[in-house]
Protein backbone atom coordinates (compact mmCIF):
# COMPACT_ATOMS: atom_id res chain seq x y z
CA UNK A 1 0.00 0.00 0.00
CA UNK A 2 2.65 2.46 0.89
CA UNK A 3 4.71 1.47 -2.06
CA UNK A 4 1.24 2.29 -4.41
CA UNK A 5 0.75 5.92 -2.46
CA UNK A 6 4.67 6.58 -3.69
CA UNK A 7 4.16 5.60 -7.06
CA UNK A 8 0.79 7.99 -6.86
CA UNK A 9 2.46 10.75 -5.43
CA UNK A 10 5.30 10.64 -7.72
CA UNK A 11 2.66 10.33 -11.14
CA UNK A 12 1.16 13.49 -10.11
CA UNK A 13 4.13 15.86 -8.65
CA UNK A 14 5.58 15.10 -12.64
CA UNK A 15 2.48 15.41 -14.18
CA UNK A 16 1.96 18.80 -12.15
CA UNK A 17 5.26 19.61 -12.86
CA UNK A 18 4.65 18.96 -16.35
CA UNK A 19 2.04 21.39 -16.54
CA UNK A 20 4.35 23.96 -14.85
CA UNK A 21 2.12 24.53 -11.64
CA UNK A 22 3.22 24.76 -8.02
CA UNK A 23 1.48 22.44 -5.24
CA UNK A 24 -0.86 25.28 -3.77
CA UNK A 25 -2.06 26.56 -7.82
CA UNK A 26 -2.82 22.38 -8.07
CA UNK A 27 -4.21 22.29 -4.98
CA UNK A 28 -6.48 26.13 -5.52
CA UNK A 29 -8.05 24.48 -9.18
CA UNK A 30 -8.70 21.06 -7.35
CA UNK A 31 -10.50 22.71 -4.57
CA UNK A 32 -8.71 20.86 -1.76
CA UNK A 33 -6.07 21.95 0.79
CA UNK A 34 -2.53 22.68 -0.57
CA UNK A 35 -1.06 20.75 2.37
CA UNK A 36 -3.62 17.31 1.32
CA UNK A 37 -1.67 17.99 -2.01
CA UNK A 38 1.72 17.70 -0.52
CA UNK A 39 1.15 15.13 1.56
CA UNK A 40 -0.44 12.98 -1.44
CA UNK A 41 2.83 13.57 -3.31
CA UNK A 42 5.19 12.79 -0.79
CA UNK A 43 2.97 9.21 -0.34
CA UNK A 44 2.28 9.90 3.38
CA UNK A 45 -1.85 9.94 2.26
CA UNK A 46 -2.64 6.39 2.20
CA UNK A 47 -5.92 6.60 -0.27
CA UNK A 48 -6.90 9.54 -0.72
CA UNK A 49 -10.12 11.13 -1.07
CA UNK A 50 -11.88 10.36 -4.38
CA UNK A 51 -12.71 13.83 -4.78
CA UNK A 52 -9.32 15.18 -4.22
CA UNK A 53 -8.21 12.66 -6.96
CA UNK A 54 -10.66 14.01 -9.23
CA UNK A 55 -10.10 17.33 -8.94
CA UNK A 56 -6.18 16.22 -9.42
CA UNK A 57 -6.94 14.13 -12.49
CA UNK A 58 -9.26 16.87 -14.20
CA UNK A 59 -6.21 19.49 -13.33
CA UNK A 60 -3.39 17.25 -14.51
CA UNK A 61 -5.35 15.30 -17.16
CA UNK A 62 -4.78 11.97 -15.57
CA UNK A 63 -6.92 9.20 -15.74
CA UNK A 64 -9.04 8.65 -12.53
CA UNK A 65 -9.24 5.37 -12.74
CA UNK A 66 -5.19 5.11 -12.62
CA UNK A 67 -5.37 7.15 -9.97
CA UNK A 68 -7.93 5.41 -7.99
CA UNK A 69 -6.42 2.08 -8.39
CA UNK A 70 -2.72 3.44 -7.16
CA UNK A 71 -4.68 4.83 -4.17
CA UNK A 72 -5.79 1.23 -3.24
CA UNK A 73 -9.48 1.68 -4.12
CA UNK A 74 -10.56 -1.84 -5.53
CA UNK A 75 -12.35 -3.08 -8.61
CA UNK A 76 -15.65 -2.54 -6.87
CA UNK A 77 -15.04 0.71 -5.71
CA UNK A 78 -13.78 1.85 -9.02
CA UNK A 79 -16.21 -0.06 -11.55
CA UNK A 80 -19.08 -0.58 -9.74
CA UNK A 81 -22.22 1.52 -8.92
CA UNK A 82 -24.93 3.33 -10.43
CA UNK A 83 -23.14 7.13 -10.74
CA UNK A 84 -19.59 7.00 -12.10
CA UNK A 85 -18.80 10.34 -12.92
CA UNK A 86 -16.85 11.24 -9.28
CA UNK A 87 -14.69 8.12 -11.19
CA UNK A 88 -13.70 8.96 -14.38
CA UNK A 89 -12.28 12.27 -15.30
CA UNK A 90 -11.90 13.32 -18.77
CA UNK A 91 -8.95 11.53 -19.41
CA UNK A 92 -10.53 8.27 -19.10
CA UNK A 93 -13.11 9.24 -21.71
CA UNK A 94 -10.46 10.28 -24.05
CA UNK A 95 -8.78 7.42 -23.54
CA UNK A 96 -11.90 5.29 -24.75
CA UNK A 97 -12.43 7.25 -27.45
CA UNK A 98 -8.93 7.04 -28.53
CA UNK A 99 -9.23 3.53 -28.20
CA UNK A 100 -13.04 2.84 -30.18
CA UNK A 101 -10.72 5.61 -33.14
CA UNK A 102 -7.84 3.09 -33.50
CA UNK A 103 -9.76 0.54 -33.93
CA UNK A 104 -11.86 2.51 -36.18
CA UNK A 105 -8.92 2.53 -38.47
CA UNK A 106 -7.54 -1.09 -37.66
CA UNK A 107 -10.68 -2.06 -39.35
CA UNK A 108 -10.32 0.51 -42.14
CA UNK A 109 -6.53 -0.69 -42.67
CA UNK A 110 -8.16 -4.37 -42.28
CA UNK A 111 -10.86 -3.67 -44.97
CA UNK A 112 -8.67 -2.60 -47.60
CA UNK A 113 -6.52 -5.37 -47.41
CA UNK A 114 -9.12 -7.72 -47.86
CA UNK A 115 -10.41 -5.97 -50.41
CA UNK A 116 -7.18 -5.99 -52.62
CA UNK A 117 -7.26 -9.67 -52.20
CA UNK A 118 -10.30 -9.76 -53.15
CA UNK A 119 -9.79 -8.42 -56.45
CA UNK A 120 -6.86 -10.76 -56.98
CA UNK A 121 -8.44 -13.80 -56.47
CA UNK A 122 -11.29 -12.40 -58.60
CA UNK A 123 -8.79 -11.41 -61.25
CA UNK A 124 -7.54 -14.82 -60.84
CA UNK A 125 -10.77 -16.42 -61.48
CA UNK A 126 -11.34 -14.13 -64.20
CA UNK A 127 -8.15 -15.35 -66.22
CA UNK A 128 -9.50 -19.34 -65.68
CA UNK A 129 -12.63 -18.88 -67.44
CA UNK A 130 -11.00 -16.21 -70.11
CA UNK A 131 -8.82 -19.57 -70.73
CA UNK A 132 -11.82 -22.25 -70.48
CA UNK A 133 -13.75 -19.67 -72.81
CA UNK A 134 -10.57 -19.44 -75.03
CA UNK A 135 -10.39 -23.32 -75.14
CA UNK A 136 -13.89 -23.64 -76.29
CA UNK A 137 -13.48 -21.31 -79.14
CA UNK A 138 -10.71 -22.62 -80.29
CA UNK A 139 -11.88 -26.32 -79.93
CA UNK A 140 -8.83 -27.00 -77.57
CA UNK A 141 -8.54 -28.92 -74.20
CA UNK A 142 -7.47 -27.72 -70.85
CA UNK A 143 -6.34 -30.08 -68.70
CA UNK A 144 -8.30 -30.79 -65.45
CA UNK A 145 -4.61 -30.80 -63.33
CA UNK A 146 -4.06 -27.55 -65.41
CA UNK A 147 -7.57 -26.23 -63.77
CA UNK A 148 -6.82 -27.66 -60.20
CA UNK A 149 -3.22 -26.00 -59.83
CA UNK A 150 -4.81 -22.58 -60.89
CA UNK A 151 -7.69 -23.37 -58.43
CA UNK A 152 -5.04 -24.27 -55.79
CA UNK A 153 -3.24 -20.84 -55.96
CA UNK A 154 -6.72 -19.19 -55.21
CA UNK A 155 -7.57 -20.96 -52.40
CA UNK A 156 -4.35 -19.78 -49.91
CA UNK A 157 -5.67 -16.01 -50.85
CA UNK A 158 -9.31 -16.61 -49.85
CA UNK A 159 -8.56 -17.98 -46.12
CA UNK A 160 -6.77 -14.64 -44.66
CA UNK A 161 -10.15 -13.47 -45.92
CA UNK A 162 -11.92 -16.31 -43.62
CA UNK A 163 -10.27 -15.13 -40.81
CA UNK A 164 -12.14 -13.59 -37.62
CA UNK A 165 -10.40 -9.96 -36.85
CA UNK A 166 -7.67 -10.08 -34.25
CA UNK A 167 -8.92 -9.56 -30.91
CA UNK A 168 -6.23 -7.33 -29.54
CA UNK A 169 -7.00 -4.93 -31.83
CA UNK A 170 -10.80 -4.83 -30.42
CA UNK A 171 -10.91 -1.30 -28.10
CA UNK A 172 -10.91 -1.35 -24.87
CA UNK A 173 -14.21 -1.06 -22.71
CA UNK A 174 -14.43 0.74 -19.93
CA UNK A 175 -17.99 0.35 -18.51
CA UNK A 176 -18.31 3.50 -16.37
CA UNK A 177 -17.34 5.56 -19.12
CA UNK A 178 -20.15 3.80 -21.13
CA UNK A 179 -22.68 2.25 -18.35
CA UNK A 180 -25.35 0.30 -18.97
CA UNK A 181 -28.92 2.01 -19.76
CA UNK A 182 -31.44 0.02 -18.20
CA UNK A 183 -34.52 0.70 -20.51
CA UNK A 184 -37.75 -0.78 -19.58
CA UNK A 185 -41.08 -0.68 -21.82
CA UNK A 186 -42.43 2.01 -20.23
CA UNK A 187 -39.37 4.38 -21.12
CA UNK A 188 -39.68 6.79 -23.72
CA UNK A 189 -37.48 9.34 -24.64
CA UNK A 190 -38.02 12.53 -24.57
CA UNK A 191 -36.93 14.54 -27.90
CA UNK A 192 -36.98 18.11 -26.28
CA UNK A 193 -34.31 17.14 -23.05
CA UNK A 194 -32.40 14.01 -25.07
CA UNK A 195 -33.78 11.81 -22.01
CA UNK A 196 -35.18 8.65 -20.83
CA UNK A 197 -38.57 9.09 -19.12
CA UNK A 198 -40.31 6.33 -17.61
CA UNK A 199 -44.12 6.80 -18.45
CA UNK A 200 -44.70 4.24 -15.19
CA UNK A 201 -44.56 7.48 -12.90
Given at each position: ????AT??G???????EK???????????????????S?????????PNV????????T?????????K??????I???W???????RS???????I??Y????????E?LE?????????????A???D?????K??????S?EE?L????????????????????KYP???????PK????????L??L??????D??
Open positions: MKKNELKIISEARVGISQRELARQANMDCAEVRIEAGKRLKLYLKGIAELNLSMVDLMLAGYNDEINGQDFSDRTADYQKQKSEQFYFNILEIRRKTDFAIKGGIDLIKLELAIENKEINIDRLKELIPMIRPNLEKFDKSSFDSGVFTEIKSTTKNTTGRFIDEK
